[in-house]
């Protein structure tokens, strides 16, 4: 009895703990949101629901007026309403009109096709006021980035309710090119205003700067303002602030003052390492503290861009020590004019990557960036890795500038936002050239560097001079810019003409496929390989050579060509100094009426700077053999003349039958020596005074020209080459030192617009 009443008692507790359950559910239950969205032709609930995240998750009429709120201002509906039945919010939306088309006129600058681009880039699909001034202002910034600076744009609609679609037709009155009269810097005491105006990129026309492109691009200008300001840093003057003033004494004509407050120069007084957390090894701080001794020895002024770039040095060393999850920190305390450094390092936990995020890239694909990063999604990501990243998609010549950012998602986890600015990567290119042996030239090109936002370049070459035709279509595809491999394919149309020389004229129609990467830093690599289809024609009989009339008519065969080389020259249209060895190997197969070869040559540069003039050692040696122990022709053959033995016309040098039939060598060796005098030492337009002297010897021919031998010719003279403002122009006067009374002497050369600097 007993127990019947215990188990009795525990039974009515139970219920009484279910029934309070039951009703706590239910009071829950009934306080659930629930959501029921009307009017949404093409908008995606979850984006509706997403707006509403911050509103209090409980089921009353008194939220109403929060998710009407929060509707309204996403500006994303022209009308919401909410009704609230039986704890369910009902909201119903009108949706803004789906733009239908977009109509343009007056547009000269920017095509249809331009301005369409705009739209899909800001996500213009629906209309209303906001996207409507974003679409504008997007317009007006992209024909600022040209100069226009005074553009209006008009606009009308078309509304088609019974599908709520809309038409928006715009007029563009696109005005006059604004022009940069004068650019003024004021308040620049210490640094001279030529000096800055050479760092920036707004630019006037002058005298000796004909060519240079004055339109104002307040972007451009903005962008300069940050670079006198970080000019000034790097020179001491940490609390340098420049203004800018456009005064516009024309329509279209404006002056640019460029304000200047230096403050007062810093010194760099101390630099120290901190490792408070003993991260490193005891060698390791040796090294560092070693470094920065150093670098307070050369370096007395304060400059923001060198310390930014000994902390970087500084991490480099860490990570080669084994450390790679730490983080550099940098304090400048401040006393009167001098400023002392310090550096702590600290570790840090290991992040990961939870999405790679890339935005910016409006024309180029992700998957050209996602090719150059070193991580993928889940892998730990370290300092070394963003500044790999940066570096490799900068070099790539595709992007203005590149940022990173992490976005922390979790205690270990971010999100890696790769943010660009894509370059303007299409360029034309048209030149004239006169000269004495080339006669009157023109060469012009189409090129560009990411066809289709692929990263794959496309060139197209037509050079056209006296003796030679040339079209020439290449692309190349990136493979990785960490080595700069790359593979091309190529189709090339050339004609030339050697009757003068050798009494033929040779048609040229090649299509090829090329590899080409870097070993090292300044070692590079190309291999390709050639389909040639030629066609000699003979221009006089008597004269040719017996390898020229066998030869006469069309020639199939295929061509390999080995190409590596090193260089250390500095870039530019003047070589100054560094070393160059490039070593051409090219194997060229027999076809039925003509020999194939092999041909080797050794190319060889030296230069030495002193002061601005420039000293120059150049050799070239060459050798080429038949596979089958007959003659080659001559086109193949090694030739001496013209540039690389000056005083001698274009194969003027070396074994003929006659005046008219040059037959050429299978060996050759050139070496020049040159000296070139700065007479102006201006960086646009420098003029140099040359004085030269050259040696050249060819030999060896399987059949034996009637006017032949195997001696050394040698030449001497000077001449004046001067950049100017329409492009190199160069005068030479070359005097035969040793010759044969065959020889045919060419003593005099000028050249416009192409000049072999080098």
Do not use: C
Request: charged share 25%; no cysteine; proline share 2%.
């Amino acid at each position: 009895m007993i127990n019947s009443k215990i188990n009795y008692k525990n039974l009515n507790f139970k219920i009484l703990i279910f029934l309070f359950i039951l009703f706590v559910s239910k009071s829950i239950y009934s306080n659930e949101i629930n959501y029921e969205i009307q009017g949404n032709d093409y908008t995606d609930p979850n984006v509706i629901l997403s707006l509403l995240n911050d509103i209090p998750q409980t089921a009353n009429k008194d939220n109403s007026n929060e998710i009407l709120k929060a509707l309204n201002e996403s500006k994303l509906f022209s009308d919401v309403r909410i009704n609230f039945v039986n704890n369910n919010y009902i909201i119903t939306i009108t949706e803004y009109p789906n733009i239908n088309k977009l109509f343009f006129k007056n547009n000269d600058r920017l095509k249809d096709e331009d301005l369409e681009l705009i739209a899909s880039e800001i996500n213009f699909t629906n209309y209303n006021v906001q996207s409507l001034n974003l679409f504008l202002s997007e317009i007006k910034k992209v024909y600022s980035s040209f100069g226009y600076n005074n553009i209006n744009i008009e606009y009308s609609k078309k509304i088609y309710k019974e599908t709520n679609t809309i038409d928006l037709s715009f007029d563009i009155s696109e005005g006059k090119i604004t022009k940069i009269n004068s650019i003024i810097i004021q308040g620049n005491d210490s640094i001279l205003a030529e000096e800055i105006k050479e760092i920036i990129l707004t630019k006037t026309k002058s005298i000796t700067n004909i060519f240079a492109n004055n339109n104002y691009k307040p972007a451009s200008v903005n962008r300069d303002k940050y670079t006198i300001i970080n000019y000034y840093k790097d020179n001491g003057y940490i609390d340098a602030k420049v203004e800018t003033t456009i005064e516009y004494i024309k329509s279209n004509r404006v002056n640019i003052y460029f304000n200047i407050k230096e403050g007062k120069i810093y010194n760099l007084s101390s630099i120290n390492f901190e490792d408070e957390s003993k991260i490193l090894k005891s060698e390791t701080v040796d090294l560092i503290n070693f470094k920065l001794e150093n670098f307070l020895i050369n370096q007395k002024i304060f400059s923001l861009s060198k310390i930014s770039d000994l902390k970087n040095e500084i991490s480099s060393i860490v990570i080669e020590s084994g450390n790679e999850f730490f983080e550099i920190q940098s304090y400048d305390k401040i006393t009167e004019n001098n400023i002392d450094v310090i550096f702590k390092i600290l570790p840090i936990s290991p992040k990961y990557t939870n999405q790679i995020n890339i935005i910016g890239n409006y024309r180029t694909f992700d998957y050209v960036i996602r090719r150059e990063l070193d991580i993928v999604e889940g892998d730990a990501i370290n300092e070394t890795q963003i500044r790999s990243i940066r570096n490799k998609l900068i070099s790539s010549d595709l992007f203005e500038s590149v940022e990173l950012q992490e976005e922390e998602v979790g205690e270990d986890l971010v999100n890696l936002i790769i943010d660009v600015e894509e370059k303007q990567t299409g360029s034309f290119n048209a030149g004239v050239s006169i000269g004495s042996l080339d006669g009157f030239a023109i060469v012009t090109g189409l090129r560009e560097r990411n066809f289709y936002g692929t990263g794959r370049s496309l060139d197209f070459l037509v050079n056209t001079s006296k003796d030679k035709n040339q079209f020439k279509l290449v692309t190349r595809d990136r493979l990785s810019y960490a080595n700069d491999a790359n593979i091309s394919l190529s189709l090339d149309y050339k004609q030339e003409d050697f009757s003068k020389a050798s009494s033929y004229k040779l048609d040229t129609f090649s299509s090829g496929i090329g590899l080409g990467y870097k070993i090292d830093k300044n070692i590079y690599h190309n291999i390709e390989l050639e389909y040639l289809l030629k066609d000699y024609k003979v221009t006089n009989t008597s004269t040719a050579s017996s390898s020229i009339l066998s030869s006469s008519g069309s020639n199939m065969s295929y061509l390999i060509s080995n190409n590596i080389g090193y260089s250390t020259v500095n870039p530019g249209f003047i070589s100054k100094k560094g070393n160059y060895i490039n070593f051409n190997n090219t194997i060229e197969t027999p076809t039925s009426s003509s020999n194939g070869f092999i041909r080797n040559i050794i190319t060889l540069k030296k230069f030495y700077s002193f002061d601005d003039n420039i000293l120059s050692l150049q050799s070239r040696f060459g050798n080429i053999f038949s596979l089958n122990d007959n003659d080659i022709l001559t086109d193949n053959k090694f030739a001496l003349g013209g540039k690389w033995l000056r005083g001698f016309d274009n194969y003027g040098a070396g074994p003929r039958n006659s005046r008219t039939s040059y037959v050429g060598g299978n060996n050759v060796a050139v070496a020049k020596i040159d000296y070139s005098y700065a007479i102006t030492t201006q960086s646009n337009f420098p003029l140099y005074f040359n004085i030269f002297n050259d040696y050249g010897l060819i030999w060896e021919n399987k059949t034996k020209p009637t006017q032949s031998d195997n001696n050394l010719r040698a030449s001497a003279g000077f001449g004046i080459k001067y950049y100017s403002p329409i492009g190199p122009i160069g005068f030479t006067w070359g005097f035969p030192l040793i010759e044969e009374k065959y020889d045919i002497k060419r003593m005099f050369l000028f050249s416009i617009g192409n000049i072999d600097w080098n």
